[in-house]
């Protein structure tokens, strides 16, 4: 098992270089570069800016530019945001608690949602639950994160006044306030992004249930006398999961880009609005290293789907 | 002394789109303490619907048992909830399946398939369990079953798994095991092994068993007393020697010349008597008998009236209406 995790990343270290070659290109095309807004600022004298330029080697043909990053990178050196006038890993590091926060919760609060709804819908198949629960995970599915974020804060923060329309870091107070508060504040991000998902991910276990309980051996279980719940349990729902844990593996990158978006309606100050952010201020190096931090974590959900599928269906050996 | 099991006017339906499908309509079939009861027809007369009423296995809805009594060691079960035929499952009556491969939870090992039945209906511990499950995977003659019993249902071959769902069935010393066709997935020469081998757990726990199959060959080597179906009902029942020896029903002496026979050699082997025609469509079955399109005795009263079961023997009874004296001169 380790030695497969070990095989599996090694694999993994050419993709991610050859996805940071093809981010590198790519942002080195783009018109504009950290430099620009000095160019227009007549303050600098151009030798100055020159002398800038070449200091950090901005000037140099790309494929230098590129083995300099690496190396750099490899070092433990993520660059520099002239924007931000920091570390670019100081500043990652200051964003990333506030989207782990909030994509942590609203993942957990869909799945609390999903797997029950989805198995006592498949368990009832066509009843009345079962039909409202088709039809609300229709409509949430249905229903793009913008919209619903501003729906609900235009409910819940401008009508009724009950929630904080804008995500702080620096709440004032501290105890058991500052946690309230950090809750209150958190409510409906976590809402938005979590019942889309849950809505999508109901759909998912309903079905992987009902593909399962009409299988023969479930039938062998029923036979045993064992029980409705434990039949259901044990042998459906243990079975029904391995899709279910696979997919919301391999989903979770595209959680986190959705995020992105929730991070905006909400000025989450997260990793999504800071990608935003550096983008529109052509801060290169952030957005950067974003990217890549994006790309390291496609690269790890997918091996984490592999293990736990290697992990949960004995027919598959890791080797 | 009352029969273990006796099955009465069962009628089991399938509301499909097109109608009422009626897959299991009025039959009668009664198993006496230790005996083995053979039922046999054509694929789709009702085989698997009519076993699996008995515990109500089948999936309901969209099945529904319309009609008759199931009557288990005195008590009816056609009324008992889900949950009161927990304590039955298993416990009194043990199921094994026609399917070795999909019959097993592809998840959990073997031993705790089997152990989860006997820890569910007796006061045992794990270990217990555990003891119990390698000793009865001993019985049905598993090699290594004290490593065996960890192992998954994929490390096993399909003749080893049907023996494994012969352990997991004979695990709590049902009084009744319902085989469903449990060879025909198999090779030829591990049917004969699993047929012997379920003959041996019978003789020495004292069971009945109920053995459904279409194999003609199968009814001569084991059973007892033999159960004819046929679109949904009984046409003839019989013990087996005056099955064989004087069959009435056209269908059950279609079926029996059907059978290969060892004694011609290659040549006429082939050519066995197969029955023409297929099996009625259970949705709005035609008046009379249901047999008659196939029939090579068909008489006018026979699309018109429905041959009911009538004693033509001592324990032999068939649904034709040859040779019915009380016809007159209708026929
Ligand atoms: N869940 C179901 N829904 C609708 N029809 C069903 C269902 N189960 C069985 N049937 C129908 O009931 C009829 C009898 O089926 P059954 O499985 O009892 O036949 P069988 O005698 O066991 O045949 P085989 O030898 O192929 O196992 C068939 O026409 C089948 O299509
Ligand atoms: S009742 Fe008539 S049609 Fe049916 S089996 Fe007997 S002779 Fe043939
Ligand atoms: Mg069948």
């Not at chain 1, 797997?115 to 039909?131: C, E, H, M, N, W």
């Not at chain 1, 109901?202 to 029923?222: E, G, K, N, P, Q």
């Not at chain 2, 009423?53 to 309901?60: D, E, G, H, N, P």
Request: glycine share 8%; with cysteine.
């Amino acid at each position: 098992m380790s030695q497969y995790v070990l095989r599996r990343l090694m694999i993994a270290i050419p993709s991610l270089l050859g996805i940071s070659v093809v981010l590198f290109v790519v942002l080195a095309l783009a018109p504009g570069d950290p430099f620009s807004e000095l160019a227009t600022n007549p303050n600098v004298p151009p030798e100055v800016q020159a002398a800038l330029r070449a200091k950090f080697g901005l000037d140099d043909p790309i494929h230098l530019r590129y083995l300099h990053w690496l190396n750099a990178m490899l070092h433990g050196d993520w660059g520099f945001s002239f924007v931000s006038r920091m570390n670019v890993d100081t500043l990652i590091l200051q964003r990333l608690p506030a989207t782990l926060y909030v994509i942590g919760s609203a993942q957990i609060l869909a799945l609390l949602i999903a797997i029950p709804v989805g198995v006592y819908a498949a368990t009832k198949p066509y009843s009345l639950f079962d039909q409202i629960a088709n039809t609300l995970a229709f409509v949430g599915f249905s229903l793009p994160t913008f919209f619903t974020g501003i729906l609900f804060i235009l409910i819940f923060s401008v009508t009724l006044d009950w929630l904080p329309f804008v995500y702080t870091t620096d709440i004032k107070g501290t105890g058991i306030h500052w946690v309230l508060e950090m809750i209150r504040q958190a409510i409906m991000p976590v809402a938005v992004l979590g019942l889309f998902q849950a809505a999508s991910m109901t759909r998912f276990v309903r079905s992987a249930m009902l593909d399962v309980i009409r299988l023969d051996y479930v039938t062998t279980a029923r036979a045993k006398g064992l029980g409705q719940a434990k039949v259901i349990v044990k042998h459906v729902m243990r079975n029904a999961m391995i899709p279910v844990v696979t997919l919301i593996a391999l989903q979770m990158p595209a959680v986190f880009g959705g995020a992105i978006v929730t991070e905006q309606i909400f000025r989450i100050p997260g990793i999504g609005s800071l990608l935003i952010s550096s983008i529109l201020s052509n801060d290169t190096p952030v957005v950067m290293a974003v990217t890549f931090v994006f790309a390291c974590l496609v690269v790890l959900f997918n091996l984490i789907a592999d293990v736990l599928y290697g992990w949960l269906d004995p027919r598959i050996s890791l080797r | 002394m009352a029969p273990l099991l006796e099955i009465k006017g069962l009628k089991t339906h399938f509301p499909t789109d097109d109608g009422i499908l009626q897959a299991v309509d009025g039959v009668d079939i009664s198993i006496n303490r230790g005996e083995t009861l053979c039922v046999v027809g054509e694929s789709g007369c009702g085989k698997t619907v009519t076993a699996m009423s008995i515990l109500k296995l089948i999936a309901m809805p969209p099945g529904r048992i319309a009609a008759g009594q199931i009557i288990f060691e005195g008590r009816d079960l056609v009324p008992l909830t889900s949950n009161e035929l927990d304590e039955i499952r298993a416990k009194e009556i043990g199921f094994i399946f026609q399917e070795p491969m999909t019959s097993l939870n592809p998840v959990l090992t073997v031993g705790e398939q089997i152990a989860e039945s006997l820890r569910r209906h007796e006061a045992v511990t794990r270990k217990q369990a555990l003891d119990r499950t390698i000793e009865m995977l001993k019985l049905v003659q598993i090699p290594n079953a004290e490593g065996r019993v960890h192992n998954y249902p994929h490390q096993f071959s399909g003749g080893m798994r049907q023996r494994v769902m012969i352990a997991m069935a004979l695990a709590c010393k049902p009084k009744l095991i319902i085989a469903d066709e449990p060879t025909t997935a198999l090779d030829v020469t591990i049917q004969a092994q699993i047929l012997d081998l379920l003959q041996d757990m019978k003789e020495r726990f004292g069971m009945a068993v109920m053995l459904i199959t279409h194999a003609m060959g199968v009814v001569a080597e084991t059973a007892q007393r033999v159960v004819v179906m046929y679109a949904g009902k009984v046409v003839e029942e019989a013990p087996v020697d005056d099955l064989f020896g004087n069959p009435g029903h056209p269908y059950t002496q279609g079926l029996i010349r059907s059978i290969p026979r060892i004694d011609l050699d290659s040549e006429h082997k082939t050519r066995l008597e197969a029955i023409g025609g297929s099996v009625p469509i259970l949705i709005n079955p035609p008046v009379g008998c249901r047999f008659a399109p196939r029939c090579k005795f068909a008489m006018n009263v026979c699309t018109e009236k429905e041959p009911l079961l009538r004693e033509i023997a001592p324990g032999h009874r068939m649904a034709c209406h040859l040779g019915d004296t009380n016809l007159g001169g209708a026929a």
